[in-house]
C-alpha cells in the first residue's frame, strides 16, 4: 500500500489595495499575478477605481470606509494561518494610511512591498498632498521593498525629474537611505534605452536590470503586475533581487501575450505605468 504525498499549501499573499473595475490593474490584476505564480490571494480594498470614458480616462475614486478595510484585513489575518507577504497599491485617503499602518504593527508580516500611488487624481492638491506626506512617512518605513515608478522615485527622493539611468540610480540609493531596505526603481521603457529598465538596490547591490521592451508605451497596469510578482516570489521564498529578475520576465511575458492573457494592457488614449 503506498501513500500519497502530503500536500504543501501554497504561500499566501495579501494584496491592500485598490479595486480597478476594468481588470486591468489593482487588486484584479494582483490577485491574477498572484494565481499565475502559484501563491494563494487575498485582499483588502481600500478604494474603488474606475475610469471615465467620457472624460479622457480620469479617475472615479471612492474610498472604502476605514472600518472596512480594518475588518477584512482582521479577516485575511484570522483566517489564514500565516500571511507570508503583503503588497500594499494604492491606499488614497489618510485614513486608510491609518488603518493599514495600525494593521502593519499588529500583525508584524514578514514582508511588505509597497507599490507607492502619490498625488491621486480626483482629489485636491492639498488633500493629495496630504496622503502623499503620510505614506512617505508612516507606510515607507515599514516596507521591506518599495517600487516606484519614475516620478513616484523622483517625489520619495527629493529629486526633480529623471532622465537618465545615472539619475534613476541616483534616486534608489537615495530612497534606501530613507530606511527601505530593498528599492526597486521602476523605468519601464520611458528612458528610451530601447529596454525595460528598472534599478535594483539594497544598500550593497546597484543593479540595472533590463528586458527587451515590448512596444513604446507604458502599459496600464504593468507596475502593478511587477509588484505583485516581487511579493508573490518573496513570499516563496525568493531574495528581493531575485523576485526582481523574476517579476521583469513576468511583466515581459504578461505583456507580450496581452491578446491571450488579461494582465496589463493598454487604454485607448490613456497610459499609467
Known amino acids: 500500500m503506498t501513500t500519497s504525498p502530503k500536500r504543501i499549501a501554497p504561500p499566501i499573499v495579501l494584496a491592500i489595495a485598490g479595486s480597478e473595475a476594468s481588470g486591468g490593474a489593482g487588486a484584479q490584476t494582483d490577485l491574477k499575478t498572484f494565481h499565475q505564480l502559484g501563491v494563494f490571494g487575498c485582499t483588502a480594498l481600500t478604494c474603488i477605481v474606475s475610469m471615465d470614458p467620457r472624460a479622457g480616462w480620469d479617475h472615479r475614486f471612492v474610498p472604502v470606509d476605514p472600518e472596512v478595510i480594518h475588518d477584512q484585513i482582521e479577516a485575511c489575518a484570522s483566517v489564514h494561518a500565516a500571511i507570508d507577504a503583503v503588497k500594499i497599491g494604492m491606499l488614497g485617503t489618510a485614513a486608510a494610511i491609518d488603518v493599514v499602518d495600525a494593521a502593519l504593527e499588529e500583525y508584524a508580516f514578514p514582508d511588505v512591498v509597497l507599490d507607492p500611488v502619490l498625488i491621486c487624481k480626483g482629489q485636491e492638491f492639498a488633500s493629495a498632498r496630504a496622503v502623499d506626506d503620510a505614506l512617505r512617512e508612516r507606510i515607507l518605513p515599514r516596507a521591506t521593498m518599495v517600487t516606484p515608478n519614475l516620478f513616484e522615485s523622483a517625489t520619495l527622493a527629493g529629486m526633480e525629474e529623471i532622465t537618465s539611468v545615472a539619475r534613476l540610480k541616483d534616486a534608489a540609493r537615495r530612497i534606501h537611505e530613507r530606511g527601505v531596505p530593498n528599492v526597486l526603481a521602476k523605468a519601464g521603457p520611458s528612458l528610451g534605452t530601447g529596454t525595460a529598465l528598472d534599478v535594483f538596490y539594497d ?47 513576468v511583466v515581459s511575458a504578461s505583456i507580450g501575450m496581452r491578446g491571450n492573457i488579461p494582465f496589463p494592457y493598454v487604454y485607448q488614449g490613456w497610459y499609467q505605468a
Request: glycine letters at 10%; proline letters at 4%.
Open 203 to 249: 544598500g550593497e547591490n546597484l543593479e540595472v536590470l533590463e528586458v527587451p521592451a515590448v512596444g513604446a508605451e507604458r502599459v496600464h497596469g504593468a507596475g502593478c503586475t511587477l509588484a505583485a510578482a516581487v511579493t508573490a516570489e518573496l513570499a516563496k521564498g525568493a531574495t528581493p533581487l531575485q523576485a526582481a529578475v523574476t517579476a521583469k520576465d
